[in-house]
């Protein structure tokens, strides 16, 4: 089975920064999409940031220039380096892999795995 295990969630002031890390592991498949989504209490799930097996990276437009993707083949480890948090960007974030395409909403793909979220909390 798929496993993804998120870390690195926490409270951060306006400003500050954060690293969310995911493991994974039993995936089988050499093509891939991985990234993060969020969801903010009473939004929908909305796309962050993904990376494909390829190096191909997708980034929203909200996070362009502050969120930094990258991957660790040898770790099987996907991160997500956050700066420049402002409190908009609070929510429960999710590790998710999909044998899809990177993009907006690779996460959505009815095969992808999402591991259980971590709670970014950007407050003064």
């Known amino acids: 089975d798929v496993q993804l295990q998120a870390s690195g969630g926490g409270l951060v002031r306006p400003g500050g920064s954060l690293r969310l890390s995911c493991a994974v592991s039993g995936f089988p498949f050499d093509d891939y999409a991985i990234g993060w989504f969020r969801q903010a209490p009473g939004k929908e799930r909305e796309g962050v940031s993904c990376?494909?097996?390829?190096?191909?990276?997708y980034y929203a437009d909200f996070v362009k220039g502050r969120f930094a993707i990258s991957s660790d083949i040898t770790q099987n480890t996907v991160l997500l380096q956050m700066n420049g948090l402002k409190p908009e960007d609070t929510a429960v974030y999710y590790c998710?892999?999909?044998?899809?395409?990177?993009?907006?909403?690779?996460?959505?793909?009815?095969?992808?795995?999402w591991g259980q979220g971590t709670l970014v909390t950007v407050s003064s």
């Open positions: 998710a892999i999909a044998r899809s395409a990177c993009g907006k909403n690779y996460y959505t793909d009815p095969k992808a795995s």
């Open positions: 990376v494909s097996s390829e190096g191909t990276t």
